[in-house]
């Protein structure tokens, strides 16, 4: 899907706060692996949570994608420094090797150098920052952009599903079965449930990161389509629904974040009935109410 991005300002001039909402059918969209992998959520309330980790993954895996690393060479800039089952240490290496500097030295204006090159190189640092002083020093970075758990507009309910493969690992498995050859397993899926994400950037580390407007659209772009290309049985159907992104007018802004999202209504049209799809909600945006100075973009 290709947004109508024309009018979005630059992250260095202008602050920028952001609600993702999503949904997700007949699936797990962030499995807990301390609960058996069951969907996340908050046991005082059973909303579903979906963490800023998974977004981030999912984030991470669609600019991967556009920017060619799926053909073996990133564009330059577009690196991806926590990729699946990378070894950091040696990102930080590539780092000290293209800058003719001693990996082992301690001095400051050399981990100050590797820095930059890192935020450069990779597009994940140049965004949500990174803790690089392990091992091979590349120091640290706060990164502009953040997003808060993701949390469902109404309770979830999870459902384990029994299910069944017609065959075994081991032969010893074979053995033990006679030669019947079936595995059990279970599986837990939300039937239905709507999410929201609020995502905010920061001015004043996007100008110490080099985060620019063009990295900006590509992270609208990624949330509007990161789940069209991250498809699997274990989490059914997700979708985004609504990105709605606040403007404001300078570095600092002209109103708090929360005051914002709160214009954002999202409402069950009968609330007496399980929701089964995005059209059992309302969403309703108080426009009326925007704060002088802050412009809403309403992409999806």
Known sequence: MKLNLEAIGDPVQNRFDIALLFDVRD????????????????????????????????????????????????????????????ILNKQHERAFVALGLDPKTKESQAVDKARAWMCQTFFDIRMFGAVMSTGINCGQVRGPVQFAFARSVAPIVSLEQAITRMAVTTERESQSQEGGNRTMGRKEIVPYALYVAHGFVNPFLAQQTGFNREDLLLLLDALANMFELDRSAARGEMATRKLLVFEHASPLGEARAHELFSLIQVKPKEPQMPARSFEDYEVHIAKERLPQGVKLHELI
């Not at 969907?39 to 556009?66: A, F, M, Q």
């Open 27 to 86: 699936g797990n969209p962030n499995g807990d692996p301390d609960a058996g992998n069951a969907p996340r959520v908050d046991p005082e309330t059973g909303h579903g949570l979906v963490s800023d980790v998974c977004l981030k993954r999912k984030i991470r895996n669609y600019i991967w994608l556009v920017k060619g690393g799926a053909q073996g060479q990133p564009q330059q800039g577009y690196d991806i420094y926590v990729k699946e089952g990378a």
